[in-house]
C-alpha cells in the first residue's frame, strides 16, 4: 500500500514538471531565421543629406584678403564763386548730367561790365601818352645827335617815355584783371559728370569762395580700404579686387592702383586704393563694399571645402564615401583660400576628380560604416532630392 501511493506521488510530480516546462517554452518567442532578433541584425546605416557631401571637382582657386570700403568718384569737382556778386541764373539741378566748358551759373555782370570798360579807356590814354613819348623821346634824340639840346634834356625825354610805357603795361593788367572777373560771373563746368549737389538759387548774393555745385564723375569710381599692417607686404599694385555691393546680383572687378605710404593712427592699418570702371554709371558715390583681393591664383586645381579637413598630430585626413561606406583618407594639401562659392583648400594628394567627402565636421566617423545619402549630390554638394525642410547631419536610424 506504501509502494503504490509513493507511485502516484511520482507520477503527479513528473506530470507537473512537464505541465511547467510546456508553460516555459511557449512563452519564448519563435525564432525565424528570416528575422533574426535584434542582437543578430547588422546595424543601420549613417544617413547622410546630399549637402553633408561635398565632390571633388576641378576649378580656379584664390588666396584673398577681405578688404572693404566707401566708394568715391576719382574725378569730382566743387564749383565755387570766384568773385562776389548777385545770382542771376542757375541752369543745372542735382543729377543731370553736364560735361566740361558747359554754362552752369549766371552772375549778374553789370557792375563787372562797368569796370572793364573803365579798365579799357584807362588804357587807350595810357596808350595815348605813350604815343606822345615816344615822338617826343624821337625828336630829343635828333636833336641830341645835332648838339641842339643838351644830354640832360634827352634823358627827360627818355624818362617821360619809360614812364608812359609803363603806364601802358599797368593799365593793360588792370584790363585783363576786369575781364578776368567779367567773365567770372559765367561759371562753366569744370569737368564732365553729374551735378551730385546745388547750394545755390536765384537771386542770392554769394561772395567769393562760396560753394555753389558739386559734379561728380562716375566713370571711374575707387573704393578705399584698410589693410592690416601684418598682410600689407602681401599686397601690390595690380591685383584684382572682387567687390560685392548691396543691391548689384555680380561682384564687380577691380584693381589695386595706389597703396597709402603712412599708417592710420589708432587703427594701425594701411590704406589701399582699388579703382573700378563704371562706364554705365552703376555704382555711386558712398556705397559700401565687401571685397576680396586676390593675392594668389591657382587655375584648374583640385579642390574641396576647408571645412572637410580634419587634423590630427599635424596630418590632414578627410572622410571620404567609398562603395558606400566611411574611408579615412590622409591628403596632402596646398593653397588655401576661396573657389567663389565656400572657402577651398587645393588637393595635392590623396583623392581624385569625382571623390565624394563628408563636408562638415560631424564628430569622429567610424571607418568602414555604411552610409546612406539621401538625394542626389550636384556639383556644389546641393541635394536634388531632400525636401527643402531637411535638416543636415548625419543620424544612426
Known sequence: MLKRRSFWIAI????????????????????????????????????????????????????????????????????????????????????????????????????????????????????????????SRDNNRALLEKNFISKNAFDNAESQFEIARANVESARAALDVTQKALSDTVVRAPISGLVSSRAVQPGEKVSADNKLLEIVDLRSMELEGAVPTSEITSVVLGQEVKVHFAGIAAPVTGKVVRINPAIQAGSRSIMVYVQIDNPQNQLKS???????????????VLTIPQS????????????????????????????????????????????????????????????????????????NGASAGAGA?????????
Open 286 to 300: 558712398g556705397m559700401f563694399g565687401d571685397g576680396q583681393l586676390t593675392l594668389s591664383k591657382k587655375a584648374g
Open 12 to 135: 503527479v510530480a513528473l506530470l507537473l514538471a512537464a505541465i511547467a516546462i510546456t508553460a516555459i517554452q511557449k512563452r519564448k518567442p519563435a525564432v525565424n531565421p528570416l528575422n533574426p532578433p535584434a542582437a543578430m541584425k547588422a546595424p543601420a546605416p549613417l544617413e547622410f543629406l546630399a549637402t553633408d557631401i561635398a565632390e571633388v571637382k576641378s576649378e580656379d582657386l584664390r588666396q584673398t584678403l577681405a578688404l572693404s570700403g566707401a566708394l568715391r568718384a576719382v574725378n569730382q569737382a566743387v564749383v565755387k564763386a570766384r568773385i562776389a556778386g548777385d545770382v542771376q541764373e542757375v541752369l543745372v539741378r542735382e543729377g543731370e548730367a553736364v560735361t566740361a566748358g558747359q554754362v552752369l551759373l549766371r552772375m549778374d555782370a553789370r557792375e563787372y561790365q562797368g569796370k572793364a570798360d573803365q579798365a579799357r579807356g584807362a588804357l587807350q590814354a595810357a596808350k595815348a601818352q605813350f604815343d606822345i613819348a615816344t615822338k
Open 308 to 379: 572637410a579637413v580634419r587634423t590630427d598630430a599635424g596630418s590632414n585626413h578627410v572622410y571620404a564615401i567609398e562603395n558606400g561606406v566611411v574611408v579615412q583618407k590622409p591628403v596632402r594639401l596646398g593653397l588655401r583660400g576661396s573657389s567663389g562659392a565656400e572657402p577651398a583648400v587645393e588637393v595635392i594628394e590623396g583623392l581624385a576628380a569625382g571623390n565624394q567627402v563628408v563636408r562638415a565636421n560631424l564628430g569622429n566617423l567610424r571607418p568602414g560604416t555604411a552610409v546612406k545619402v539621401i538625394g542626389a549630390v550636384t556639383a
Open 389 to 397: 525642410g531637411a535638416t543636415s547631419g548625419a543620424s544612426s536610424r
